[in-house]
């Protein structure tokens, strides 16, 4: 059988499952109605159900201060050297953020200030298991065409700090083994407020950014980058534009495929797969939540061939759920998009054009 008509097989059975799935659950799992999923909300009351969401989420997160808007990083190098950025075009400075959270965590963001700068800010947000060599394609794509880069990675991970022992109300935890082999992140569910661990250093660096005043900001993220470029953009609307690279799928089509596979990465990490987040908002709902707003959107993008996680086509069958709740918001748009140009877990050549296409388009 070709890979043509196997991927065809593979569509029509996801599609098939996701049919029966959403006909015999309980909940409606494809359905956004806290977003204005029925006839009888106006455009209002959808966007005060969207606001009263993104506040739980919020306050989730934090605590109920909510978003930490006052929070800068604890120091600010400039002018470093980093062998990891070395050969890159258009780069006139780099700035090293240390962002302080909390408990002996520590965060490390590179600001990449470009030579001839078209006054936009893009994140860059690295996968698990990533350095920053990973994120360096990425970062030198957009540097080159003027954008400041701002690259950062996951907790625990490449330049990031930790310390040796956490205590927790589950006992005290060595690390790495928050980071266990599997990379599930599982001793992050023992921590106050845990997702703060993943998402602070974002809205950190978006503070830090406002002195330099950019025209926009946009967000590009790989794999657990790609969901916290998700749940980043849900949260804080100063991300006009977003674009998760392979970072997450709806509950119901992960765990269908997860029934199927004996891997144990496959239900993803502790972040991905949070009760307590789940119960807030479903995915379709984030996605929905990072796509409104005047001027927003998200293009969410699908290796095909994915080796590692979140292949296929599944998109084409909930998609138009995300968009349609985002039409019923009355600003905003979203899509997602399938790259079978090749058969890795990546950002590629395919998809870096296509993202710099729709940033092109500007606000």
């Known amino acids: 059988m070709d890979d043509f008509v196997l991927h065809r097989c593979r569509r029509a059975l996801v599609t098939l499952i996701i049919c029966l799935l959403a006909l015999t659950s309980?909940?409606?799992?494809?359905?956004?109605?806290?977003?204005?999923?029925?006839?009888?909300?106006?455009?209002?009351?959808?966007?005060?159900?969207?606001?009263?969401?993104?506040?739980?989420?919020?306050?989730?997160?934090?605590?109920?201060?909510?978003?930490?808007?006052?929070?800068?990083?604890?120091?600010?190098?400039r002018?470093?050297?980093d062998p990891s950025f070395d050969g890159l075009d258009n780069l006139r400075r780099i700035d090293r953020l240390t962002i302080k959270i909390?408990?002996?965590?520590?965060?490390?963001?590179?600001?990449?200030?470009?030579?001839?700068?078209?006054?936009?800010?893009l994140l860059y947000h690295n996968g698990h298991g990533q350095n920053l060599d990973a994120g360096k394609r990425t970062?030198?794509?957009f540097l080159l065409r003027g954008y400041s880069v701002l690259v950062l990675a996951m907790p625990?991970?490449?330049?990031?700090?930790?310390?040796p022992v956490v205590m927790t109300p589950c006992g005290p935890i060595e690390l790495p083994?928050?980071?266990?082999?599997?990379?599930?992140?599982?001793?992050?569910?023992?921590?106050?407020?845990?997702?703060?661990?993943?998402?602070?250093?974002?809205?950190?660096?978006?503070?830090?950014?406002?002195r330099s005043h950019y025209r926009s900001t946009a967000m590009?993220?790989?794999?657990?980058?790609?969901?916290?470029?998700?749940?980043?953009?849900?949260?804080d609307p100063r991300i006009r534009q977003s674009y998760p690279?392979?970072?997450?799928?709806?509950?119901?089509?992960?765990?269908?495929?997860?029934?199927?596979?004996?891997?144990?990465m496959c239900h993803g990490d502790f972040e991905q797969r949070d009760p307590a987040l789940d119960r807030i908002a479903n995915y379709l709902q984030l996605y929905a939540l990072g796509s409104w707003g005047t001027g927003r959107r998200q293009l969410a993008i699908y290796n095909i061939y994915d080796p590692c996680c979140f292949s296929g086509t599944s998109y084409e069958v909930w998609k138009h759920h995300v968009q349609r709740a985002v039409r019923r918001l009355r600003s905003g748009s979203y899509n997602a998009l399938g790259d079978a140009t090749h058969r890795e877990h990546k950002i590629s050549e395919r998809a870096l054009a296509v993202i710099a296409g729709d940033l092109e388009r500007g606000p």
């Open 102 to 121: 909390d408990l002996g965590f520590e965060s490390t963001a590179y600001h990449l200030i470009p030579r001839r700068s078209n006054g936009r800010l």
């Open 139 to 141: 970062a030198a794509y």
């Open 220 to 235: 590009v993220g790989l794999s657990g980058g790609g969901w916290t470029t998700v749940v980043s953009a849900a949260l």
């Open 26 to 77: 309980r909940a409606a799992p494809f359905a956004a109605p806290t977003l204005g999923d029925t006839g009888s909300h106006t455009a209002q009351k959808a966007r005060d159900d969207a606001i009263r969401m993104r506040t739980q989420l919020r306050r989730y997160v934090w605590g109920s201060d909510g978003l930490p808007l006052r929070e800068q990083p604890a120091r600010i190098a």
């Open 245 to 264: 690279v392979a970072g997450s799928f709806p509950k119901l089509v992960h765990a269908d495929l997860c029934s199927r596979s004996p891997d144990p």
């Open 79 to 81: 002018g470093v050297s």
């Open 156 to 163: 625990i991970a490449g330049m990031n700090r930790h310390p």
């Open 177 to 210: 083994g928050l980071d266990n082999p599997y990379g599930l992140h599982e001793g992050f569910s023992c921590l106050p407020h845990p997702l703060r661990f993943f998402l602070e250093p974002v809205v950190v660096s978006l503070n830090y950014a406002r």
